[in-house]
């Protein structure tokens, strides 16, 4: 059971990225799935989550909220967050991670995630 998050990269304010993350021995399907963001001296983020396919909600933080869209492909077992207009601030280290309840319980602090994948950094210039 395992979570590979990737799209990461060096842009510029105002630019563009979508991560994916990629679940591997498990149907991503059946969990919420949440991105969170830890920048250097800072405490993890949770940013966003996407419920089960039995909730379909999704969850943003004011912070990306009209910036980010969180969405998933079941065929592709994948979720991603796009991530638009991005500013300096949303610099750090991303991560994916499972919700073991399907409806994002937590997820601003990353209580009730159980698997969480390795980290993605986005750095965006000014």
């Known amino acids: 059971v395992q979570l590979q998050a990737s799209g990461g990269g060096l842009v510029q304010a105002g630019g563009s990225l979508t991560l994916s993350c990629v679940g591997s021995?498990?149907?991503?399907?059946?969990?919420?799935i949440g991105w969170f963001r830890q920048a250097p001296g800072k405490e993890r983020e949770g940013i966003s989550c996407?419920?089960?396919?039995?909730?379909?909600?999704?969850y943003y933080a004011d912070s990306v909220k009209g910036r980010f869209t969180i969405s998933r492909d079941n065929a592709k077992n994948t979720a991603y967050l796009q991530m638009n207009n991005l500013k300096p601030e949303d610099t750090a280290v991303y991560y994916c991670?499972?919700?073991?309840?399907?409806?994002?319980?937590?997820?601003?602090?990353?209580?009730?995630?159980?698997?969480w994948g390795q980290g993605t950094q986005v750095t965006v210039s000014s």
């Open positions: 991670a499972t919700e073991i309840f399907g409806k994002c319980i937590g997820y601003e602090s990353g209580s009730n995630f159980k698997t």
């Open positions: 021995g498990f149907s991503l399907g059946y969990w919420g």
């Open positions: 996407i419920g089960s396919d039995f909730e379909a909600s999704t």
